[in-house]
Structures are given as structure tokens and as C-alpha cells.
Nanobody, 124 residues
Framework: HVQLVESGGGSVQAGGSLRLSCAAS????????VGWFRQAPGKAREGVAA????????YYAASVKDRFTISREKPMTSVYLEMTELQAEDAGMYYC??????????????????WGRGTQVTVS
């Protein structure tokens, strides 16, 4: 049974930082692309960042580039999203997702097979 669990969300002031974690059980991130998505109330879910299975490439939405960093640890059971200089527009539910589809569009939800339930980020 595959399960992805996000953690690390919370409430911060504008300009603050948070580190989100995505842990996998019954599943290894090794060999799989992992992405972070977010959804604000009343808005569509959007891709925030992704890291390829080889860790060779990372992708970021223009709105978070240079402020957010995606990384993964060995032995490939956790993926992180380091978020700095948080702004009100960064608030929302953050989800991690994993997939193997090739070729892929990193920000396309349908290119991911498994999803977590999300962790809430509030910026005031």
C-alpha cells in the first residue's frame, strides 16, 4: 500500500520560512520523479517544484524560483521543499506527488501517479 505523507506546514509571517517534508511508505522515491503542488482556496492546483528521479534536474514555478528549493535524501524515502521569503500568495495546501511517466510535464498533475493528502501553509 503506497502512502505519501506531507508534514511541516504551519503558519508563518510574511518573509518567514518553512520546510515541508514528504515521506513515502510502501514505496521508494528512487527512480521516480517527485513534485510539490499547491492549491489556494478558490484556485486551481498548481505545480510548485519537481525533482527528477536521477536528481539531475529540478523545476520551479517562476513565482517561487530562487525562494524555494526541492531536494531528496538517500535512501530515497523523503523529499523536501525548503521555502523561504514566504509571501501571502504562497499560502495554500501543499501536496507532494510521485510518478514515473515519460515523457512528462513536471507541472501536470496527470503525470503523477501517487499523491499525499497535503499540509497547510498559512502566511500572514
Amino acid at each position: 500500500h503506497v502512502q505519501l505523507v506531507e508534514s511541516g506546514g504551519g503558519s508563518v509571517q510574511a518573509g518567514g520560512s518553512l520546510r515541508l517534508s514528504c515521506a513515502a511508505s510502501g514505496y521508494s522515491f528512487g527512480g521516480r520523479r517527485v513534485g510539490w503542488f499547491r492549491q489556494a482556496p478558490g484556485k486551481a492546483r498548481e505545480g510548485v517544484a519537481a525533482i527528477t528521479r536521477s536528481n539531475a534536474y529540478t523545476y520551479y514555478a517562476a513565482s517561487v524560483k530562487d525562494r524555494f528549493t526541492i531536494s531528496r535524501e538517500k535512501p530515497m524515502t523523503s523529499v523536501y521543499l525548503e521555502m523561504t521569503e514566504l509571501q501571502a500568495e504562497d499560502a495554500g495546501m501543499y501536496y507532494c506527488a510521485a510518478g514515473q511517466k515519460w515523457p512528462f510535464t513536471w507541472s501536470l498533475q496527470f503525470d503523477y501517479d501517487y499523491w499525499g493528502r497535503g499540509t497547510q501553509v498559512t502566511v500572514s
